[in-house]
């Protein structure tokens, strides 16, 4: 399944490759190739190294029901085929205080497995449309942990095996231009 995404300047292939499709086959993924992608979030920098992200996994039917409580109805009309759900959340503190870098940190570590998981075939889609309280809840998320994300990982199937309504939404979503993400020298003066 395509989609269109331009770019103005060449780019490494996988940044295009990537996308996120909701059409999961029911099919599982092996031990070896899951925990490659992990492996990946291994190797980000962090600042000062704390590492502050852990996924918590959901493989087995039993974990999945339990993270099907908490996700939205619009979302888990498609998840409920995929057959990985990673929830993402970062320890806010390091040793002493408060970590202001633990979401980018974290940011970084996900997104690096997104990729890794393009570049083997798998697809990937990122949702925040879940009770995040409820998730904590569920899960027993202490406090001092900030919940970010949820991440469906699994493999593609055919379009037409999907509900009318979402097949009209595979498709990759257009962007913002390069110019209008950067600015020069200060805040508010795009690069012309
Ligand atoms: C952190 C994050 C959370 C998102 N949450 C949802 C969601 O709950 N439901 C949904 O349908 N799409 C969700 N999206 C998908 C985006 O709205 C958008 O469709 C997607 O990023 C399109 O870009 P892509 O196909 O190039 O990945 C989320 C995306 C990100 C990055």
Redesign the pocket.
């Known amino acids: 399944m395509s ?1 269109s ?1 331009a770019t103005t300047s060449p780019i490494n292939q996988v940044f295009l490759d ?3 499709p909701r059409s999961f086959l029911e099919k599982e993924i092996s031990d070896e190739v899951l925990f490659s992608l992990f492996e990946t979030s291994r190797q980000i920098p962090s600042t000062f190294n704390p590492q502050p992200w852990e996924f918590i996994l959901a493989r087995t039917q039993e974990d999945r029901e339990k993270f099907y409580s908490f996700i ?1 109805e ?2 888990l009309a498609w998840c409920q085929k995929a057959p990985v759900l990673a929830l993402i959340i970062s320890e806010m503190n390091n040793e002493k205080d408060f970590n202001k870098s633990h979401s980018s940190d974290t940011g970084e570590a996900w997104v690096y497995l997104l990729l890794e998981a393009t570049k083997k075939g798998l697809i990937t889609y ?4 879940f009770d995040f309280e409820s998730a904590r809840r569920s899960l027993n998320i202490p406090e001092k942990y900030t919940i970010h ?1 949820l991440v469906a990982i699994g493999y593609q199937s055919k379009k037409e095996e999907f509900p009318e309504i979402n097949q009209q939404r595979e498709n ?2 257009p962007r913002h231009e390069t110019k209008e993400l950067s600015f020069k020298g200060g805040f508010g003066q795009h690069i012309k």
Do not use: C, L, Q
Not at 126 to 129: E, F
């Open positions: 989609h995404r990537r996308w996120s939205v619009g979302n990122p949702m925040t449309g994300a990759s979503i």
